[in-house]
């Protein structure tokens, strides 16, 4: 139980028998007939606050970027080998994708690229399957039962996703080199009915 005055954990009977001299001054011993030093709270609060000021005066304020891409989320393929060329390549579909986000990532930056620690956090929306669309007996669309959106939890793997991403934000220019994004969150839903399927990236950084 921590005293009120002093803010220090009270002296207990095992305290008494088992501390040794000079090894006391972490505990509380008013009970034991000792003085103790009200805290000045107030004092507290603003030495608090001065280290967050000092904190944001080192790291400046936090800064992000998000862009909207759509379309169908592709990931990283594997690379293919050329038994002719003997050269590997990136498969044509992975490379269409990753060559035009690119170029959407490079018009909607408009900055040198960071070379700082980036927080990256992707939301890739899959187009709903059929199988996830309400339809009443007649075939129609049940519009008016809720299709929200669902977990992914197929084809393509997140790893794969993710690759993808950081390749077009470093080929793009956003960033100097993907291994500056030291913290990688990913969402991989379907799509909401209504919704079009995309990918949302969102970036931090001090």
Known sequence: ML???CDRPRATDED???TKPGEAEHLCWVEWGESCE???WRARALAAEALVAMARKVHGPRQSWTIELLGEPVAKARPRFNSHTRKAYTPKKSANWEHDAAWEMRRAWGEKPLRCPVSLTIQAHFARPLRLVHR???GSLAASKPMWAQPHVSKPDSDNCIKSVCDALEKSGVVHND???WSVNLTKRYAEFGEAPGVVVLMEWE
């Open 3 to 5: 005293c009120e005055r």
């Open 16 to 18: 008494r028998d088992d």
């Open 38 to 40: 009200a805290v000045d």
């Open 136 to 138: 009443k007996h007649g």
């Open 179 to 181: 291994s500056q994004f």
